[in-house]
């Protein structure tokens, strides 16, 4: 009896310790400046997102969250540094939809995405939109499909790059609708779209926000959105699902930690970011995206980022790519 006796006194010291271990992390967190990396340039989206998160946690925690973009490789330069970062949470990461991506189609990641993080909170999804230009193919898609259909090799959509949501958007919409397009890549949103207006190519996938002004002035024609549900930014173009056709597709933002990190901390600033989504400040900044306030729990993006892993895996495969970095 004795040796049981001391194993249980020992199994019940070890929780007794682990408890007082992440009691004192949250009653003592953060008492000196948090670093948040971001993989992209000042003045994006996931840096102007970064940096409200950043205001939101000092004012609620008393101490310094200061944003560190770290930018290159599609975000995989900043990933890796938090992925090895020790797990105190003094070193976070405002991630975007590029961690799930990368870990899908490039080969020898410095991190995984689904071991090397702890998941804090998806904080917005700002879903992708079909544009034209007007006289493109009719106006609905499935005049679009039609036209592409009736001109098989001849039509062709821009991308971002090779390898991009604005790409895979596409492709699985080729992948479904049994559709031949030419893909032309170009470097960023801008010259993407400026290929499209000038006739270089006949459509491309982006965001509400990178196509704005050309919608205001009635030069792009969105003809369908990669959303489960219509966007109030755009409440008479249908999604994708409505029509048949399987296709979200969009760029989500949310806050990682290094994995390992006491869950007390990563419930903690879950906490405050979630307090901050109440604010008018956030959900202006988010309207302004075009995309939709989530804020979901610590476990449920957990179980997101594996969903969204296996997503990019099934449809790569699917097109027949290999790495696509």
């Known amino acids: 009896m004795k040796p049981y006796v001391r194993t249980i006194s020992t199994l019940a010291l070890a929780s007794l310790a682990l408890t007082a271990q992440l009691s004192m992390a949250q009653a003592t967190y953060p008492d000196h400046p948090v670093k948040i990396v971001v993989g992209f340039a000042a003045g994006g989206s996931a840096d102007v997102l970064a940096r409200l998160s950043a205001q939101a946690l000092s004012k609620a925690l008393h101490e310094g969250f200061v944003v560190e973009n770290r930018v290159g490789a599609s975000g995989n330069i900043a990933a890796e540094l938090v992925a ?73 959509y821009a991308s971002t790059s090779r390898g991009t949501t604005t ?100 419930d903690q600033i879950y906490g405050v970011l979630k307090a901050a989504g109440e604010t008018n400040e956030f959900k202006e900044q988010i309207a302004g995206l075009g995309g939709e306030l989530i804020f979901s729990s610590p476990s449920t993006f957990r179980t997101f980022i594996g969903k969204d892993v296996d997503k990019w895996k099934k449809l790569i495969t699917a097109i027949g790519f290999t790495d696509l970095n």
């Not at 998941?119 to 079909?130: E, G, N, R, Y």
């Open 84 to 156: 090895k970062a020790p797990p105190n949470g003094y070193t976070l990461m405002f991630a975007t939809t590029d961690v799930t991506l990368n870990g899908a189609s490039a080969k020898n990641l410095p991190f995984d995405p689904e071991q090397d993080f702890a998941p804090i909170t998806m904080v917005t999804f700002a879903p992708l939109v079909l544009f034209t230009r007007p006289g493109v193919g009719g106006a609905t898609l499935k005049d679009l499909i039609a036209y592409v259909k009736a001109n098989p090799g001849k039509i062709s």
């Open 167 to 266: 790409h895979l958007a596409a492709e699985q919409l080729k992948l479904l609708a049994g559709l031949d397009m030419v893909h032309v890549p170009y470097k960023g949103s801008s010259p993407a779209m400026t290929a499209v207006l000038s006739g270089e190519v006949d459509m491309l996938f982006t965001t509400y926000v990178s196509a704005k002004g050309l919608i205001e002035s009635g030069k792009f024609r969105p003809v369908a959105i990669a959303s489960a549900t219509r966007s109030p930014l755009l409440p008479n173009v249908p999604t994708f699902q409505e029509l048949g056709y399987p296709i979200e597709f969009g760029t989500w933002f949310g806050m990682l930690a290094p994995a390992n990190t006491p869950p007390a901390i990563v």
